[in-house]
């Protein structure tokens, strides 16, 4: 069962989430797989950032690396090949990272096995990698908070963007939502963080 660290002291839960996490087996290879899913906006990247650095410097993949303009959310078949299937195999996975603002993809980026891979993103929790992950925590933010904050960070410049982009948000967590299967749910705090038992916890 996973049991959420309780302490709320700023730095002490991620602390203790990274030690829960370490101490889990492996999930994808050797490698211990963790989704961090949410909303657009919802905080992702800095609490994946934060706990990034609580386990000594784990990798992040960022799903903004995999997706595209041209695909939003009909990545997951690149990711497979390109990505998890390497790493499942214990070998040093290989991603073309995509450039928004070029709308290129970049020379491609290694990605060695490590104890604990972090992959954050919109989609984290999706079907088709849940079978990798050994936790998925989620960003419980409301929808249309986290897509104001996030319409707030990129500006005017990126509004049709935004508006394409959360059209294709409703409909990929509509066919295939992630929250259901969080083992963890993510609370940002004034300061720090709060982690509490997901709809997932104790299956």
Known sequence: ????????????????????????????????????????????????????AALGGAPVL?????????ELFTWDGRLLTEVIEPLARGATAHYSP?????????????????????VEGVGAGRRALRPYLARLLWMELPREESWARGRARDGEEQREFWTGWTAAERRHFAADPSRPFADLLVRQLE?????????????
Do not use: N
């Open 191 to 203: 300061s720090g963080y709060e982690v509490a038992p997901g709809p997932a916890a104790g299956r």
């Open 98 to 118: 995509y450039d928004w603002r070029a709308r290129r993809f970049s020379p491609p980026r290694a990605l060695a096995p490590a104890p604990v891979i972090l």
């Open 1 to 52: 069962m996973c049991q959420p660290p309780r302490p709320r002291t700023p730095g002490t839960v991620i602390r203790a989430l990274a030690a829960q996490l370490r101490r889990l087996p492996p999930s994808c290879g050797p490698v211990r797989l963790v989704g961090v899913d949410g909303h657009a906006g919802s905080g992702k990247s800095t609490f994946a950032g934060r706990l990034a």
């Open 62 to 70: 960022h799903l903004d690396d995999i997706a595209s303009h041209e």
